[in-house]
């Protein structure tokens, strides 16, 4: 069974892509941190990241994990939200032919996992190119 | 002024044609687009359900209310196939958009008509004094099961409207439901596809109890047909609007904006809404619209709106439907269609 207690612990990064900004040097930590990598500060403000962004880097998963077997092929990619921060995350809803370095996306809000047939749901971003 | 301050709509990508639904089952295509008027239908991403797209729909109804969504004080979501049997949908909305923890949320449930039922009471809300915005939203994947005549129909999507006293888009200014008990469709608890009772889902059903919301509405607020720019009617398929519209004495012309099912397909909870939305997206000041939803078993929620000096500074702040409908479609083969409404067995 899915932790559930991991799942709603993460809830705010992986719905509302809540991050940590060091009000020192401005670092943006994404997961949150408790001491920023950069400038030592504890000092953060929660700040909501930017929902576009543009395709870094990407790969295509043919023979994935169990739970993502019914969606292979899929996209796997490194988005640069507007912001800077990088995320990995699915890019969804395209032939992936279509799929190319430097292409703009948004982030979107979709299903992620499932535990099995009678377990949670899994919800987080994925992106989609715009 | 009591009404809309914002409004927002979310269609996924994913498309199937009544032709290829057609081939599968050896019907001819033809007499199905002919018949039903329907062309193809919206059809769920595997990622996709009830709750993403609502949070979707929600998000484009933020961005045209521009507001704190923090204020909102009631979040409700209509819908016949909330993912989970227990576990409200709009929990997981409020978290995703911001809203709350101190918002009153519920999952309403009345066959295709859940999502202005969603509306209705959060208009009702606000009207009462007890908040100062909520928001209703109606969306479903619908399902239809496979070689039924629903399965040309049952699509995919949802609209979301955030009422409130301040800025209104478009006002409220009548409302009224029609409601009996009449056995035209339903799916009992633990059944994956629902039944329908053929020819009995017409004049009992969808045709009585929009004529009765739709009659007492224009009698409510002494207007005829003819003063309203525009009406939208719950679209279980191309037909039955045009034809409960000819029969309150409305105009295809007044119809078109809002009919958008042979394109879209059925997305139950969110038909009508869809369509207001479709209408508001193209509606000027001053534009009056006439809603009546239909949800089987069975009733119907009427509404008289005005579009105000504010809906234009809006419309294009959101993805607009004709676009959502038009732009990046995808479709599909049987078989992935299949295999996307999880049609197929398969092991665990």
């Keep these: 069974m899915k ?40 000092k953060f403000e929660t700040i909501r ?3 576009e962004g543009k395709i870094l880097t990407y790969t295509i998963i043919r023979v994935s994990a169990e739970q993502f077997s019914k969606q292979t092929p899929f996209a796997v990619g490194i988005i640069e939200l507007n912001d800077g921060v990088r995320l990995t995350t699915q890019i969804v809803d395209t032939d992936l032919n279509n799929i190319e370095i430097g292409k703009k996306v948004k982030i979107v809000f979709r299903k992620v996992q499932e535990d099995g047939k009678a377990g949670i749901l899994c919800y987080g971003y994925k992106a989609v190119l715009v | ?53 609502s949070v979707e729909a929600a998000k484009n109804a933020l961005k045209r209310a521009r507001i704190n969504p923090q204020e909102i004080g009631a979040v409700y979501i209509g819908s016949e196939s909330h993912p989970y049997a227990v576990k409200p949908s709009g929990a997981t909305l409020v978290d995703a958009l911001g809203i709350g923890p101190h918002v009153h949320v519920a999952s309403y449930e009345f066959a295709c008509k859940a999502g202005s039922e969603a509306m209705y009471v959060a208009y009702s809300h606000v009207k009462a004094g007890e908040m100062k915005y ?35 888009i478009a006002e ?9 008990d009449t056995p035209d469709f339903w799916r009992r608890e633990g059944e994956f596809y629902p039944r329908h009772a053929g020819r009995f889902t017409g004049e009992p059903a969808y045709f009585k109890h929009i004529l009765g919301a739709g009659r007492a509405l224009l009698e409510k607020s002494k207007l005829s047909p003819k003063d309203f720019k525009y009406a939208v009617f719950h679209m279980p398929n191309g037909k039955f609007p045009q034809e409960v519209g000819k029969k309150l004495g409305f105009t295809k012309e007044q119809l078109e904006t809002g009919w958008i099912v042979p394109w879209m397909g059925n997305t139950y ?10 209408i508001l997206d193209e509606a000027k000041p001053g534009d009056l619209i006439f809603m009546v939803s239909f949800g089987s078993g069975a009733g119907s929620d009427g509404f008289i709106l005005k579009a105000t000096d504010e809906l234009p500074k809006v419309q294009n702040l959101a993805p607009k439907v004709r676009d959502l409908l038009n732009n990046n479609k995808i479709y599909l083969n049987y078989g992935e269609y299949a295999k996307f409404r999880k049609k197929i067995k398969v092991n665990e």
Aim: net charge positive; with cysteine; glycine share 12%.
């Design chain 1, 3 to 42: 932790n559930v207690a991991r799942y709603h612990r993460e809830i705010p990064q992986r719905y509302r892509l809540e991050a940590g900004k060091c009000t020192n040097c401005g670092y943006i930590a994404f997961p949150p941190r408790l001491i920023c990598p950069k400038c030592k500060s504890k």
């Design chain 1, 49 to 51: 990241l930017s929902d």
């Design chain 2, 1 to 53: 002024m009591i009404g809309i301050v914002g409004y927002g709509a979310y269609l996924p990508r994913y498309r199937i044609k009544a032709e290829t639904i057609a081939q599968q089952w050896g019907s001819d295509p033809e007499s199905i687009k002919r018949g039903l008027l329907l062309n193809e239908k919206t059809v769920p991403g595997q990622d996709e359900d009830t709750i993403t797209i």
């Design chain 2, 134 to 168: 909520a928001l209703g939203i109606g969306a479903d994947t619908s399902q239809g099961a496979p070689g039924d005549a629903l399965e040309y129909s049952a699509s995919a999507g949802g609209a979301a409207f955030i009422m409130g006293k301040e800025n209104v």
């Design chain 2, 172 to 180: 409220i200014l009548f409302t009224h439901s029609f409601t009996t």
């Design chain 2, 269 to 278: 909870s969110g038909s009508s809404p869809t369509g207001l939305a479709a």
